[in-house]
Every structure is written in C-alpha cells, then in structure tokens.
C-alpha cells in the first residue's frame, strides 16, 4: 500500500494518511500515446535494414545449388531469413508502439518503452539542460518529428509526434526546466 501523502493523491492534513489500493503501474504509467504513423516509419527503416540479408537470401538457393548444397539447407536459410523479415517489419513495430507512452508532467517527464525489455524513465526537470527537436527523411515524410531531451548524462528522445504537437512540447519543456532559447539554463 502507498500512502496518498508520499504519492501526492490527496490534500488532506498530515495526520490523516489515506491509502492507495491501486498497483505502483497505476500510478506510474504515462498516459501518452505516440502518433500510430510511427508504425509506418518504423516498418520503413526496418524494411532497409534488412534489405540486403533478403536479397542474399533470395539469391543463396540458386548459388547453393550451384555450390551443391542441399536444397533443404537453402530452403531452411531461406525461410529463416523470412521469419526475421516478418518480425522485425511486421510484429515488432506494433509492439513498440502498443509499449510506447510518455508524459511531460510540472516536475517530471514519464518515459515507458521496449520491446522485449520495458524501461520506464523519470526525468526530473531540474535535470533537462537542453530540448530540441529533429525529424530524418521518412519522419518528415509522414509530418513527425521526434522531441529529444538532454541531461548531464544521457540524451532521451519522445518519437514521432506531429510536427506542431513536437514543437510545442519542446517549448513546454524548456519553459519548465527553465532551459533559455540558445539550449542553456
């Protein structure tokens, strides 16, 4: 059990502790979702990456054959190559997107994402020196931007937001962390 006055739930006088029955989940994550056409853009840089192992595996049975290798170890290369192909382009975006969630809140950002491994991250805003916005080609393809914020010790990114909703959470940001227009404090 938490107690609202650790967790900040209620206004009620010190001596009066009321408890929270809810899941530490529950309060911890971000309600935000990002906009489903990252889903598209994702597919889209996975589908390059994995270009050049597909057409390796698509021209390996007729080389095996040549080569004399068994035609069921071409075909099992093959169909191993699919099977990646399928995940990484296929299933693995939608799961990214479906853990995907943020929250900029007065004190803290809320960061939730993974794959196979979900982190959670808090920033608090006493820590973000630096905000910006950036967009590569298939993001500004499809109207997207991403928001990056810096720390002393790492950079973290809220991906693929629409163009105006990036660049008024970036202004958000540095109006709450305090950070001035050249990126410092």
């Known amino acids: ?9 209620s206004e009620r006088a010190p001596e009066q502790t009321v408890l929270y029955t809810g899941t530490m989940s529950d309060l911890q994550t971000p309600a935000n979702h990002l906009d489903p056409r ?3 853009a994702w597919r ?11 057409m390796i595996a698509i021209v390996f049975p007729a080389l095996a054959s040549m080569m004399g290798i ?14 990646v192909v399928i995940l990484v382009v296929g299933i693995f975006p939608e799961i990214r997107y479906r853990r995907w969630r943020w929250e900029v809140r007065e004190e803290e950002i809320r960061l939730r994402e993974g794959l196979i491994i979900v982190t959670q991250t808090v920033i608090p805003m006493v820590r973000v020196q630096h905000v910006d916005t950036a ?7 499809l109207g997207l931007s991403d928001v990056h914020i810096w720390t002393a010790a790492n950079k973290h990114t809220i991906p693929a937001l629409t163009d105006e909703h990036a660049a008024d959470l970036r202004d958000r940001i540095a109006t709450l962390a305090r950070v001035t227009d050249d990126g410092g404090l």
């Open 38 to 40: 990252v889903k598209t």
């Open 1 to 9: 059990m938490i107690s609202c006055a650790i967790v900040g739930c």
């Open 135 to 141: 967009q590569g080609p298939i993001m500004r393809a």
């Open 70 to 83: 068994p035609g069921w170890i071409a075909l099992a290369a093959f169909a191993l190559m699919m099977g």
């Open 44 to 54: 889209l840089e996975a589908g390059l990456a994995v270009i050049v192992p597909l």
